[in-house]
């Protein structure tokens, strides 16, 4: 099968193919199932019906922890009060082109939001005590920041245990930042390449990215953002929620795109039927 790149050559200035949305969940592996939470308590010989007033003081070090690093920085926490009302990714840019691109702290918001939780109860058969799943809501933390490797990154902390984070970044933006280093000039329009000096560099550049480096940066801002993993004398788990993979194909003229455009359009209305539509949507 000729790809498209192949078949339209000689009209493409360059294509590139790298990472794009990627979000990753962070657990804990002992307090992210109510059997190990359960476990953890005994071991620690403190009591199931305590679990609050052992959650609580955790749950100020999420606050206090979240307060000083804004004070640090220069940045005032942001309440959300509707959260859905808000797109923060517009409001992030908005201060970016005040603020600048270099690396460091970018904002912080805070909303009400959804989480899982757990709670004590008494088995009356079994005479048993133990923590069953739960879900409630608690004030959630967005570090918005941006890293000199991945770029422009979020970490989502909710402020109660078992404090299951999530972990954003964008592998156009990690390579931007690498063409930046390699002095590689380049456009962006939106979240996609428009021009690159160099596309041979600049896949060899997407190519080579390292999971391990991902693990160290996602250890480190757990680490400064959540300080409570200490607590449980564990390092984070980090699994991936979704991960998106995008190629940039770049023509040198519009009318070029524009023909095999709607070619494209037409052989996808034909092509793609309704039951494979269904599986698209997990059913």
């Not at 200490?230 to 984070?236: A, L, M, N």
């Not at 519009?254 to 539509?277: C, F, G, N, P, W």
Request: hydrophobic letters at 35%; a neutral charge; aromatic letters at 14%.
């Amino acid at each position: 099968m000729t790809l498209l790149t192949e078949r339209y050559s000689e009209k493409i200035a360059g294509s590139i193919s790298c990472l794009d949305r990627v979000v990753i969940m962070g657990t804990l592996p002992t307090a992210c199932y109510a059997k190990g939470m359960t476990r953890f308590l005994y071991a620690n010989k403190i009591r199931l019906f305590d679990y609050f007033n052992f959650t609580k003081p955790l749950k100020d070090r999420i606050h206090e922890n979240a307060k000083q690093i804004a004070a640090e920085a220069g940045v005032e926490i942001e309440f959300i009060r509707k959260i859905k009302s808000v797109r923060k990714e517009d409001c992030i840019q908005e201060i970016l082109e005040e603020r600048g691109d270099h690396p460091g702290l970018v904002h912080v918001f805070s909303a009400m939001e959804t989480c899982t939780s757990y709670k004590p109860w008494h088995d009356k058969q079994t005479h048993r005590n133990f923590l069953k799943p739960d879900s409630g809501r608690c004030l959630h933390y967005y570090f918005y920041f941006i890293d000199e490797e991945l770029g422009l990154c979020y970490l989502r902390v909710p402020s109660w245990c078992p404090f299951r984070l999530q972990f954003y970044f964008n592998g156009h933006n990690c390579l931007a930042s690498q063409l930046d280093k390699q002095a590689i000039g380049y456009e962006m329009m939106d979240n996609a390449f428009t021009h690159i000096d160099d596309w041979d560099k600049a896949q060899q550049l997407a190519d080579s990215f390292k999971s391990k480096n991902l693990h160290r940066c996602l250890d480190h801002y757990a680490a400064k953002f959540c300080a409570v993993e200490k607590t449980f004398g564990e390092t984070y788990h980090w699994s991936i929620m979704q991960a998106e993979y995008a190629s940039d194909v770049v023509f040198h003229r519009a009318q070029d795109l524009e023909v095999l455009y709607e070619e494209i359009l037409r052989t996808r209305l034909h092509a793609v039927k309704s039951e494979q539509i269904a599986t698209f949507l997990g059913k």
